[in-house]
Each structure stands twice: as structure tokens, then as C-alpha cells.
């Protein structure tokens, strides 16, 4: 497991949406230790009678010990909801919330870049850990189990697919860490690949880019020098036409690197398996772990 | 957000950009006025949402206002098909006319964030008047870059180093750097996603002007700035699109002849994907999103049918937030409706699947379901196929 | 720079901070009217660039509209002397005429640059109307401070929990970050030193106000902000720091007799400090600064000599770029041109020592001249002692 | 010797306005190493047919090997002409110019924040070493002689004076260093008393401070903790009134800490001499020398 575990203590920002009231139910249910909620104004009432709310990170955190925040707030107030975590010594934050500016998040970027805390997101599923029955996140809990594949995305869906593929394939994961779509992630593939090659529990990893950017490549020249652990790997946007954005801000072919083939060549040159056909990336996987017992 | 050129140049000449004298035209004898405004030759630009306007005759030269007013009156109205419109090409509604200049030296200068570097970055070029592609391809060692950031912004200092770069004269150098700090300060007040003057050029007479320039900005940010909304002009794009982006849905039209539609933008591309894989042409990009509505659903099912080239339909879902049974209800009451006769695959899985199941069985509609992906993927080729062959039979 | 108090709440309400109805008077009947429009009872308050006018009579209220001209007249016109402007107090030419509030609760808030943290820094306290030195003083626990930088601002949960800290009600916190925000954005759009509401004050009728504003500029960045130049008010300076300041040299009075006129500043605030040591009253603070010509230096002497106070007159100069002999010279012609009868120490150092000794030699002026600096901080005083004592002989 | 010696290799920046000309042959004549100067447009020219002038301050490096640089350009050029300095690799930046604006500085100061550079100033007379025969900054030459002693100062004409003081009591000096009047200096005593502790050729250290801010107490509190070298202090400005700016945009009374009494007695009461007659201040470092050896 990486980043979140059964010690994990998360704090919800913006509970007292409908949307994070939701999700927030669904955490608790899945089995993750939501001690505290955090909504201007609202601290002194209880959410839903179970999780105290209150007016800022640094009071939530001091009462509830509190060590890992899941933000749901609006846009315009998100960059503001990550660094006030970020401030109060919060070191793992996944931020659920989408369509926030580029400009603002290059200031959330700096502003973070001399600090401890790990960003996942944002416009991102969030983080889940099964065997820490931990989830941290949006995405639907039945498909997951524990396990010792890790996997690592830039897209929420295609993940739930994968993570199926997975568990049908009696594959259970370690963690499973949505990166998000946007432009500038918190967090980087390779930034999750070190953690995931150091963790003793997580045996393979899955890897699922796209088109945009050159986070694949970042990720592929990691694992050329760093990763003894295979590595499955699936790029989406093939069949996609330049200068479209297709749905993900992040999501857009701007120049050669930010094509699929050419993060196809350089993940496969760099020693991963890359799946062509989406539909087989839980078989593959099972496959290569198989080969390696 | 894409605005047009004339709208791009007013914006960077309030940021101390000097640009040619001109100015819009939607009529032809305004076009024809602003050439005897403007005395002497004049140059006519098709304003569409498009690149390489030149190669298809959308720039002309008028050597009177009589001619000016002439050309005008040929472009307007028609539309103009380029290698970035698609075949369908985009109206010309308005043209910018605009004095000629005798240009020295082109320089490409454009603005954008390097993800990669997480910071923005100037890009400056000598090898200016085609595209950054081209010169990338071409002679990417006359590309030179610069990144900045937000606290002390782009430093002079980096300008000059660009300006030198470009082997622009001494004294074009402090007006470079100027046009340079007037496209930072519009980039970071407006959120912009590119700011590019394509050329820039030096003429004749000494002036250093942005000869051509495209902005386009961040969708995010657009909530904060009302006055580049009010620039928006719908007619340059896909009406299908502006009607997905006005009911909350992704849509982007592609061409091929299986449509599909789908919730999350990953599974959308992976979707396209296999259906390229398999051997077919996928018709659109449709991503519903996570917490779709029926009605959301059943406004992208329309959407995605009023495209005439598809022929055939794959609903792929992963049902999470969205409901499996909330999509399988749309495609029933959609298809129920509009008595599409294109053939549907459904392929879903996740939350209510049987309920969803029910739903569709139901309904007793021809709607074929699929547990796998590839073979989902498959046979929605096939009928594709098989669809398009028989409407050629039938037209023969 | 210092700005009144109107003007000050003019600019923090374009930054969208709500201040009190009501409007600058310069004349008597103005302030009557104004009280009539307001049509309430209102406050007059004399605009001095001071605090503690209050205690002195410099702000009133008026139950009618007759009663706020009578005040109107007795201030304008007259000088105000408060614990912050010396004996010789300062004219009122203006007053600010405003409706007289409820207040509920009285906040501080400040906003200037923590040196020690390399940061701006906001200040609040829930014991506002007083001075903040007092409030240190008297209730350090009462004060609160965030620092903030220059990327992302001030982040909207920092001023949160310093508008929580000061125990306002849940209404009152959108507001007072508002208040904050917009006080953030003059700051750093103006180059402040200082933006200081005391008091912010809740008033019964639930509105948020600031009853009394002060701002301060940043000397060095006024030639980038010419409509904060405009707002400067010279007579509520002394007329001698004025004419300082047109030289291009820093005096400031202090109030002793020992004048001294220095290179450096602190080698002038050594100057002052070596006559207190010896028992003297230095009376000003003269800095010309490294490169003064001839000109400045004999200008500045002036400026010395225009104070009634000086009895005697200390020149201490290390010549580095600013030669002795240029400061010689000067000496020589204000002296022979003014006929001024104080008497003269001069203490020199460093480049062109000789050529300074020559020159003041030939000038048979009564200069002292005195090598080592306590030696010559004794003389000055003794001689502004002896010379204090014979006027008050001939007085007598 | 701290920051500039023999080996120091200096570019001017600015070297082809007036002040800057007067100034960059008085170093020369000191035996400094002017190596190149910048200045934008000029690029080609030579210097008084001695020193190359440069467009840039990379080229000026990459072309003269200079790797300190001393910048005379006017206020709202200079914190660009130091940033220049800093991204090109040059270690030790002196900044003459004043009137820099605080906020400007303050900018300056983040951008820094993460680079190597030392900025002496801005608003200072610069940085001298006489045993290196290395001047660069604006202080009259003939006062120093190589020695024993380190100086760092607030003020300008101040240090001159205590220089003097020292070399006609036979105390030459290591280096001394200008740190600026203004109230967001570049360098800190701190950063300079951690210099003249660890050099072994500096055997007692001249401090002079003066009113506003607290930068002298944070020298206490440094010499309290780690200085074994004999430290004399003088703080300027016993006689100030409060609110009145003293020349200096740092030199303003502001609330206690930054009155010189409170300064005077923290740096006693971490064991510095304080010398409360300033023209005693050559004699008293004299006598503490003699006293130890």
C-alpha cells in the first residue's frame, strides 16, 4: 500500500455538499476512518450526526488528529482548500473538484513546491487502498479487492474497467491512485511508480496514460532506470485528431510527444508491456505475474 | 475558447501590441470603406476559427477600395475550407481589412504553459510565418524557448535574451521586448492558454508589427472574464458541439461512421480506439461525464444521432455515480421518440446493471447487448458496415 | 508618502471596502450641506496627517446640519496639535464629513511587509480604536498576524481564521475576508508601506465599516503610481523637509539646537547620537548623501540655518565620492552670503582633506575646525550652550 | 576572507553609465579583476579599451569566465540585472542602486529563495577583501589594509569611518561587507557572521547596525549560539525619534524591537562589546585583540 492505510485519519472538505455528503457516506462504508469534516461557518454541527465539522484544517486536524484531506469544494475555491491542507501539515491530499484554471493551479504548484504534501488530483477519482480499507475518493468500491497490482491513471473510467479487469482476473490491488485529467497534475506518474517500486506489497503495476503532455515519457525514463517491478500499460487516444480536446483538459494533441504512438514507443522501449486492446489489460497482467512466480 | 484574428489584435494592441491599421468588415462596402479609409493597398482576411487561410485564397491583396470592396464581397457569406476546417470548412462572416506591409524580417513569438516544466514559456522563432509545427519539424534548432514564472514574471532579461536570439537588430530589441511583456500581461490577466503573433514581423519603414495572431484561452477561467466570453462566436464551430457544450457533455465530432457514447473522457478515447482497432472509423468523442442526468443522456443520445454519418451506435458505461439503469432508461426513451432506425450496442457494467438490463429487455426495442468490450467493439463495426453497404445498394 | 484620511477610505472603496456615507469639506457651508444630505447626525473630523486627533477636538459630531458648519468653522483653518505632531501642531484645510455610526464591535486590522519574515503580513486585533502599539503593549494576546506571499496572495482561509480569531459573528466573516482581499489588492497594486483600518467596526444596523483608514506609501515606487502622487499634501509637512526634499537631500527636525549637516545616514544618526552623548540636543537629522554637488551641500546648509533653533552647526563628512573641498566650498559661500552668526564646527575625513583645509583657511570665516568626532561633538555643543545662554542674557 | 579574494572575477553591470564608469576604474585600480561588463545594446564595444561589454550576462560569463558581479543599473532595471546574474550562475552579486521598491525586492527575494546566490544589498556600498586586493563595490580604497578583522555594516559612510578607526590603530581587514540600508537586504549579519566564524584569517568581527527592524537581535542571537570570535558593535541611532525615517528606508523606528536600545542590549547580552561612543570603536577592537592574544 502507498500513501493512504488503515491509519489513515481523513478529513473531508466541503462535507456539507451534496455531492461530498454522498461520497463521503460511501467512504464510510467502504471502511475509511472519516474523523472530521471542514465547511466555513458550519464548525460546531455534526454531519449527519457521525463527523464533527469545523471552520478550518488547522482546528480539524488538532481535534481529530486528522492526516490526510478529500476535497470537494467548488472551483473557485479549491487552490484555497489544497494549501490551507498544505499549511496545516496535512500530507496527503486528493482533490475531486474539476475545471480549475491552469494559472491557478501553476500557483498551487508553487506554493507546494517547498512543502511535504502530496497533491493527488485534481479533477481527479481520488486514492483507495483496499487491503487498508481506505478509500479516499469517488470511485465505486465493489470492484476492488486487496491485493499486489498497483495502478496508476490519468482517468477515472477507464480505471474502474481496468480495476475489474483486475479483480475478475482474481487480481487484487495495493493501491489504486487517479492522477486526473487536467493539465498539471499534483502528482506524476513517476511520483507514483517510485512509491509503488518501493512498497514490498505491490508486485506489478498498471499504468494507464493518455494522449497529452509528456507525463508518459517522464514515466517510461523512470522506468528504463528505477523499476524492477513489471509494468502493464495502456495509452488511450489513439484514434484521436490533433488540436481536439477530447474531454480531459490534459487530454489534447499539441506536438509529437503528445501523441499516443509515440508514448506507446517509449513506455514498450523502456521495457513495459503495453496493451493494445483495452479489453485485455486485466489478462495481460495476470499473465506477466504468472510468468514471474 | 478560439476567438478570430481581428478580435485577437484588438486585445493585444490594449496590451501595447502594435498591429497594422484596419478594421473588421461584415459587409462589403464597409470592406470597401475601410480600404479608402486606410489609402493604399490593403490586405482582406477571411476571419474563420482556422490556420492556413492563405493556401485556400482566404487572404487576397486589393490594390483599391473598389477591389477591396470586390473580394470582400466574394468571401463573405462563402465558406472557406483549409487543412485544419474539415471538408464542412467554416463560414466567413466577417473580413479584417488591414493596410499592406512591406515585411523585413518574420518572427513566430507565441505563449503558452509547459506542462512539462510546470511554467509558462515564451517561444521565439526567426523562421516566422509558418506554422510552430512546421518550423518544429523543419528547423527545430531555430526554435528557442524561455520559461518564466509567476512571482517576478517574464524578466527582461529573458526577452532580450530571445530577442537577441532571433538576431533582431539593436534597435528592434527594447520593442520586441515589449510586445513580449504585453503578451505576458494579457496572457496572465485573461488566462490564456496561447497567446501567438504569427508573424511578427519588421517592415520596411522601421515598425515592428503583429501581422497575424491567434489567442485562445483557458474554458476554465472564462467564469471570471465576461468579456472574452462576449467574444465567443458559435458559427466557427460544429453546431453538434455547441449544442453538446450548452447540455454539459463533451461531444467532438470526428468523422467516421460508428457513433458511441460514453461516461468518463478515458473510457470515451479507449472506446474510439477499439473501434479503430477493429477495424472501423469511430464517429465522435461523447462523454457524458460522472453525474449525467436522463436528460443529459438522452440529449448526447441525440446529439450523437443528428450526425447523419453514423450508422450504427455503441453505449459503453461504467456505471459509478451514473447509474447503469438512468442510461438504459435515455436510450429507450430517445430511441422510443426519434424511431432511429440505426442499430445500438449496449455494453455496460457496474452500478444497477440488471435494473439497466430490465430496462432495455423490456422495451422491446432492437438493441443488441454485449458483456465484452472487443466484442461489443465488433460488432458494432460490423453493423456499421453492413448498414452503409445497403444504403449503397439501395442508392444504386 | 502619507495620504489623509479621506482619501485613504476614497481608495480602499474602490478596492470594494465599505466605508461611511459621507464627503470631503473644504469650506464651512460644504460641511453644512454635506451634514444636510446625509441628513443625520454626522462626525467632523479634521484631516491632519495625524492620530489622536480625537482627544484634542479634532473630531465632533453635530446633531444638525447648522451645528456641523459651526465645527466645520472652529477647526478649519486652525492647527491641530496632537502627542504625534509637536508643539507646532498642524493646519486643518479640510474636514471629513460623515454619518455618525453605531458601532458594536471595533476591530484592527493592518497590512504592511514583516521584515524579519521577508513577507507582507496582515495584522488583526479585536481591541481596535486604539493605537496598535498600545494594543501591544497593554494586550499582546490580542493580536494576530498571517503572513502571506506573492504567488498566491492572501489565501482566503488565512484571512478566515484571523476573522474567526477575532471572535466576529458567522455573518461578519465573508465580509471582513472581503474587507482583506480588497485591502490585499490596493496593497500590492500601489505599493503600500501601510494599509491600516482602525477601527473596522460591525455596526447595529449588521453592516461592516471602516471608521478610520491610513495609508502609507512606498517612497521608492511612487514614480510607477502618478495618481498617488497627486494625493500629496506638502502642507501638512514642514516646510523645511519639503524644501529637503525638492533638494534631493533627508533632513528631518528633530527639535534641538545642535544642527549637523552629514554624508551618509548613518553616519548622521551617529552624528546625532555622539551630541546626546556628550549632553547636546542634536537638531535635525541631515543626510546629503554621497554624491552631492556644491550646489545640494550649500542648499542643504540652508535648510540647517532655516531653523530658528540651531545655535551652533556640526559638519562631519567622510569624503568618499562627495570630495571635502566640494563641501568646503559650499560651506564658504553659504556662510559669506548669509552672514549667518552661529558658530561653525567642521569635522572632515577622506578625499581632498587638504584641499578643504586650504580652502576654509582662506576664507577667514570663524570655523572651528576639529579632527577627532567625540572632540567635535563637545564643541558643538558647548558652543550652542554658551550661545543659548548669552540670548537669554540679552533677553533679559 | 568571505565571498570576494583573489580568485574573484568581476562583471559590471551597468558599466557604461556614468557612476559606473568612475567606479569600475577605481576597482582596477585597487587591482580588482573586472573582466567584463553588460550592457544591453552595447554588446561589441570594449570598455575604456580595457574590459568587454557584453549584451548579456551569460555571454559575459561563458566568454570572461567572471563569476561575481556588481550591478549600477538604475532602480527599475536592477532586481532584473541581479536575476539575470542569478540564473547565469554568478555566486556573489553586489548590488549598488537604491530606491529599489520593497515589494520589488520582496520578488527578488522569493526568486532567490531557491538559488545559490549571495546578493550583498541592494542600496549598500558593496564588498572589499584588501588581503585579496578584490574591491567591488563604491568605497574609497586608500582607508583599508589587508588585516585581521571583518566588517559588515548597515551603513556606508558609517563603516568608512570605522574603518579608518581600525587601520590607524594597525587593524587591517578581512573583508567588509556593505549590506545596504534598505529594509528587505539581500544579506543578513547573520549571513555574514556565519562567514567570518567558519574564516580562519578573521580574528574579531566590527558589527554596526542601526535602528528599525530586527536584524541586529537576530545576531545576537546567532553570536549567543555559535560565535567564538570577539564581536564590537555600535548601533546608530540612539537619538532617533519614532516614526521618522532616518535616511534609510530600513533606518525607522517602528515598535520596540527596532529601537537601538533594545538592539544594544540584546547583542550585549549575547556577548558582544558594544561601544556606545562611536569614535572608540577602532580602540576598543584594538584592546579585545590584544586582550586575547
Given at each position: 500500500?502507498?500513501?493512504?492505510?488503515?491509519?489513515?485519519?481523513?478529513?473531508?472538505?466541503?462535507?456539507?455538499?451534496?455531492?461530498?455528503?454522498?461520497?463521503?457516506?460511501?467512504?464510510?462504508?467502504?471502511?475509511?476512518?472519516?474523523?472530521?469534516?471542514?465547511?466555513?461557518?458550519?464548525?460546531?454541527?455534526?454531519?449527519?450526526?457521525?463527523?464533527?465539522?469545523?471552520?478550518?484544517?488547522?482546528?480539524?486536524?488538532?481535534?481529530?488528529?486528522?492526516?490526510?484531506?478529500?476535497?470537494?469544494?467548488?472551483?473557485?475555491?479549491?487552490?484555497?482548500?489544497?494549501?490551507?491542507?498544505?499549511?496545516?501539515?496535512?500530507?496527503?491530499?486528493?482533490?475531486?473538484?474539476?475545471?480549475?484554471?491552469?494559472?491557478?493551479?501553476?500557483?498551487?504548484?508553487?506554493?507546494?513546491?517547498?512543502q511535504e504534501t502530496r497533491l493527488i488530483g485534481p479533477n481527479c477519482p481520488g486514492i483507495i487502498s483496499p487491503p487498508g480499507k481506505c478509500k479516499m475518493g469517488i470511485m465505486p468500491s465493489y470492484i476492488?479487492?486487496?491485493?499486489?497490482?498497483?495502478?496508476?491513471?490519468?482517468?477515472?473510467?477507464?480505471?474502474?474497467?481496468?480495476?475489474?479487469?483486475?479483480?475478475?482476473?482474481?487480481?487484487?490491488?495495493?493501491?489504486?491512485?487517479?492522477?486526473?485529467?487536467?493539465?498539471?497534475?499534483?502528482?506524476?506518474?513517476?511520483?507514483?511508480?517510485?512509491?509503488?517500486?518501493?512498497?514490498?506489497?505491490?508486485?506489478?503495476?498498471?499504468?494507464?496514460?493518455?494522449?497529452?503532455?509528456?507525463?508518459?515519457?517522464?514515466?517510461?525514463?523512470?522506468?528504463?532506470?528505477?523499476?524492477?517491478?513489471?509494468?502493464?500499460?495502456?495509452?488511450?487516444?489513439?484514434?484521436?485528431?490533433?488540436?481536439?480536446?477530447?474531454?480531459?483538459?490534459?487530454?489534447?494533441?499539441?506536438?509529437?510527444?503528445?501523441?499516443?504512438?509515440?508514448?506507446?514507443?517509449?513506455?514498450?522501449?523502456?521495457?513495459?508491456?503495453?496493451?493494445?486492446?483495452?479489453?485485455?489489460?486485466?489478462?495481460?497482467?495476470?499473465?506477466?505475474?504468472?510468468?514471474?512466480? | 475558447m478560439k476567438i478570430h484574428e481581428y478580435q485577437a489584435k484588438e486585445l493585444l494592441s490594449r496590451y501595447d501590441v502594435p498591429v497594422p491599421r484596419g478594421s473588421v468588415a461584415k459587409t462589403a462596402r464597409e470592406a470597401g470603406e475601410t480600404a479608402d479609409q486606410i489609402s493604399q493597398r490593403v490586405v482582406i482576411k477571411a476571419q474563420v476559427h482556422s490556420g492556413g487561410r492563405g493556401k485556400v485564397g482566404g487572404i487576397r491583396i486589393a490594390e483599391t477600395p473598389a477591389e477591396a470592396e470586390q473580394i470582400a464581397r466574394e468571401l463573405l457569406g462563402t465558406k472557406l475550407v483549409t487543412h485544419q476546417t474539415g471538408p464542412e470548412g467554416l463560414t466567413i462572416n466577417a473580413v479584417l481589412v488591414e493596410e499592406a506591409v512591406q515585411a523585413e524580417k518574420e518572427l513566430y513569438l507565441g505563449m503558452l504553459i509547459n506542462t512539462s516544466a510546470y511554467a509558462p514559456m515564451v517561444i521565439a522563432s526567426e523562421a516566422g510565418g509558418m506554422e510552430i509545427e512546421e518550423i518544429t519539424t523543419r528547423n527545430p534548432a531555430k526554435i528557442l524557448r524561455q520559461h518564466f514564472e509567476l512571482v517576478a514574471g517574464l524578466l527582461p532579461y529573458k526577452a532580450r535574451t530571445l530577442a537577441y536570439g532571433v538576431n533582431l537588430p539593436t534597435e528592434n530589441i527594447r520593442p520586441v521586448t515589449q510586445v513580449m511583456a504585453g503578451m505576458y500581461r494579457l496572457f496572465t490577466e485573461k488566462d490564456c492558454s496561447l497567446v501567438e503573433i504569427n508573424p511578427l514581423v519588421t517592415t520596411t519603414d522601421?515598425?515592428?508589427?503583429?501581422?497575424?495572431?491567434?489567442?485562445?484561452?483557458?474554458?476554465?477561467?472564462?467564469?471570471?472574464?465576461?468579456?472574452?466570453?462576449?467574444?465567443?462566436?458559435?458559427?466557427?464551430?460544429?453546431?453538434?458541439?455547441?449544442?453538446?457544450?450548452?447540455?454539459?457533455?463533451?461531444?467532438?465530432?470526428?468523422?467516421?461512421?460508428?457513433?458511441?457514447?460514453?461516461?468518463?473522457?478515458?473510457?470515451?478515447?479507449?472506446?474510439?480506439?477499439?473501434?479503430?482497432?477493429?477495424?472501423?472509423?469511430?464517429?465522435?468523442?461523447?462523454?457524458?461525464?460522472?453525474?449525467?442526468?436522463?436528460?443529459?443522456?438522452?440529449?448526447?443520445?441525440?446529439?450523437?444521432?443528428?450526425?447523419?454519418?453514423?450508422?450504427?451506435?455503441?453505449?459503453?458505461?461504467?456505471?459509478?455515480?451514473?447509474?447503469?439503469?438512468?442510461?438504459a432508461r435515455a436510450v429507450v426513451r430517445v430511441l422510443e421518440e426519434s424511431k432511429a432506425s440505426v442499430p445500438f450496442i449496449v455494453r455496460m457494467n457496474g452500478t444497477n446493471l440488471q435494473e439497466a438490463m430490465r430496462v432495455l429487455e423490456e422495451s422491446e426495442l432492437n438493441i443488441t447487448f454485449e458483456a465484452d468490450l472487443v466484442s461489443a467493439a465488433e460488432k458494432a463495426v460490423a453493423m456499421a458496415k453492413l448498414r452503409l453497404s445497403k444504403a449503397n445498394d439501395t442508392s444504386q
Open positions: 500500500m502507498i500513501l493512504v492505510n488503515e491509519d489513515t485519519r481523513v478529513l473531508v472538505q466541503g462535507i456539507t455538499g451534496r455531492e461530498a455528503s454522498f461520497h463521503t457516506r460511501k467512504c464510510l462504508e467502504y471502511g475509511t476512518k472519516v474523523v472530521a469534516g471542514v465547511t466555513p461557518g458550519k464548525g460546531s454541527i455534526s454531519w449527519e450526526k457521525e463527523v464533527p465539522v469545523f471552520n478550518s484544517v488547522a482546528e480539524a486536524k488538532k481535534e481529530t488528529g486528522a492526516n490526510a484531506s478529500l476535497i470537494f469544494v467548488p472551483a473557485p475555491f479549491a487552490v484555497d482548500a489544497i494549501l490551507e491542507s498544505a499549511d496545516a501539515g496535512i500530507k496527503v491530499v486528493a482533490c475531486i473538484t474539476e475545471f480549475i484554471p491552469a494559472l491557478d493551479e501553476l500557483k498551487c504548484h508553487y506554493y507546494l513546491s517547498n476492488h479487492r486487496p491485493g499486489n497490482v498497483g495502478v496508476v491513471s490519468r482517468s477515472g473510467t477507464l480505471t474502474y474497467e481496468a480495476v475489474t479487469q483486475l479483480t475478475e482476473q482474481s487480481l487484487g490491488q495495493t493501491t489504486c491512485v487517479g492522477l486526473g485529467g487536467d493539465p498539471l497534475p499534483g502528482t506524476s506518474f513517476v511520483d507514483i511508480l517510485k512509491l509503488f517500486q518501493a512498497d514490498p506489497e505491490t508486485k506489478a503495476v498498471v499504468l494507464i496514460g493518455e494522449i497529452g503532455g509528456t507525463y508518459e515519457q517522464e514515466a517510461a525514463d523512470f522506468i528504463q532506470k528505477h523499476m524492477t517491478k513489471p509494468v502493464v500499460a495502456y495509452i488511450a487516444g489513439s484514434s484521436a485528431p490533433s488540436g481536439k480536446r477530447m474531454g480531459h483538459a490534459g487530454a489534447i494533441i499539441s506536438g509529437n510527444a503528445s501523441k499516443a504512438l509515440n508514448k506507446i514507443t517509449s513506455l514498450a522501449a523502456a521495457g513495459a508491456t503495453v496493451v493494445e486492446n483495452f479489453g485485455q489489460i486485466g489478462l495481460v497482467t495476470k499473465k506477466i505475474l504468472s510468468s514471474r512466480i | 522601421g515598425r515592428l508589427l503583429a501581422l497575424d495572431a491567434k489567442i485562445n484561452f483557458d474554458d476554465n477561467a472564462l467564469s471570471h472574464h465576461q468579456d472574452i466570453v462576449q467574444l465567443h462566436d458559435s458559427s466557427q464551430e460544429d453546431p453538434l458541439e455547441v449544442e453538446a457544450g450548452n447540455t454539459g457533455v463533451n461531444y467532438v465530432k470526428i468523422g467516421g461512421n460508428v457513433g458511441c457514447l460514453v461516461n468518463g473522457a478515458g473510457l470515451a478515447m479507449a472506446t474510439m480506439d477499439m473501434i479503430k482497432m477493429v477495424g472501423g472509423e469511430p464517429a465522435n468523442f461523447l462523454d457524458v461525464g460522472g453525474g449525467a442526468s436522463e436528460e443529459q443522456v438522452a440529449q448526447a443520445l441525440k446529439i450523437l444521432l443528428a450526425d447523419p454519418n453514423v450508422k450504427a451506435a455503441w453505449i459503453n458505461v461504467f456505471g459509478g455515480i451514473l447509474r447503469c439503469d438512468v442510461v
